[in-house]
């Protein structure tokens, strides 16, 4: 079974630039999910999609971040402009669960390091 | 937010020595996961423990949920040096769909 692919996996970019981040999740999986991993810290959650639709993206930086899915499989995740604190490595995971039904592990790719300077 | 707290954030033993690390969270949950991070392999999905559940194994993994307690902890049985990496817990809270991740324990495994 492919896993979570993910791209580019490191992308360096100066301040106020602006940089995407592609994901394509297991083939039926409904939901997505995209995380940052600042260095040290644990993911969390940018934003969360159940097929198309958007399910959480309470903690997304909306005025410089977004994040799409398109057809309920691929998502980007945009960042314009991107700030010196973006600097993290981002992981894309999906799996099988849907509301109602979250009992179902995620699987994550190898993610994006990107360094903003 | 991050649901879940890991302790210790680190650990250190010897090869062959059990590591047990402990997750303690906030709400009710639907299920709590833990996860293990290294260089190599990313991130990767170790055991689920479902709220009605209180114990469960998975080779040298033995994981326990207290729900009264709001905690659950992590075993891992007589640790090879490969067991070296980031553990962390997730749950999934109860009438959420979101699955919140703690800050983890850094886990070194010296041969």
């Known amino acids: 079974e492919a896993g979570v692919a993910q791209s580019p996996r490191y992308k360096i970019i100066e301040k106020r630039q602006s940089v995407a981040f592609w994901c394509n999740p297991i083939?039926?999986?409904?939901?997505l999910y995209w995380y940052q991993q600042i260095l040290g810290q644990g993911p969390k959650l940018l934003i969360q999609?159940?097929?198309?639709?958007?399910?959480?993206d309470s903690q997304l930086p909306k005025d410089r971040f977004s994040a799409e899915r398109l057809k309920g499989v691929d998502s980007t995740l945009k960042i314009q402009p991107a700030k010196l604190e973006d600097s993290a490595v981002y992981l894309c995971?999906?799996?099988?669960?849907?509301?109602?039904?979250?009992?179902?592990?995620?699987?994550f790719g190898q993610g994006t390091r990107l360094t903003v300077v | 937010s991050q649901q879940g707290e890991e302790d210790p954030q680190a650990l250190s033993i010897q090869e062959g020595e059990n590591a047990t690390m402990n997750c303690s969270y906030k709400?009710?949950?639907?299920?709590l996961q833990w996860y293990r991070q290294n260089s190599g392999r990313g991130l990767v999905h170790l055991i689920l423990?479902?709220?009605?559940?209180r114990e469960k194994h998975s080779g040298r993994l033995r994981v326990t949920l207290d729900t009264s307690k709001k905690s659950s902890s992590l075993l891992i049985t007589a640790s090879r040096a490969a067991d070296t990496a980031s553990y962390f817990c997730a749950t999934d809270a109860e009438g959420y769909s979101t699955l919140t991740f703690g800050k983890g324990t850094m886990l070194l495994v010296s041969p």
């Open positions: 999609f159940q097929n198309n639709g958007v399910v959480d």
């Open positions: 083939s039926g999986h409904a939901t």
């Open positions: 709400t009710s949950i639907n299920n």
């Open positions: 995971a999906s799996s099988l669960a849907t509301l109602g039904f979250m009992n179902t592990e995620a699987f």
């Open positions: 423990i479902r709220s009605n559940e």
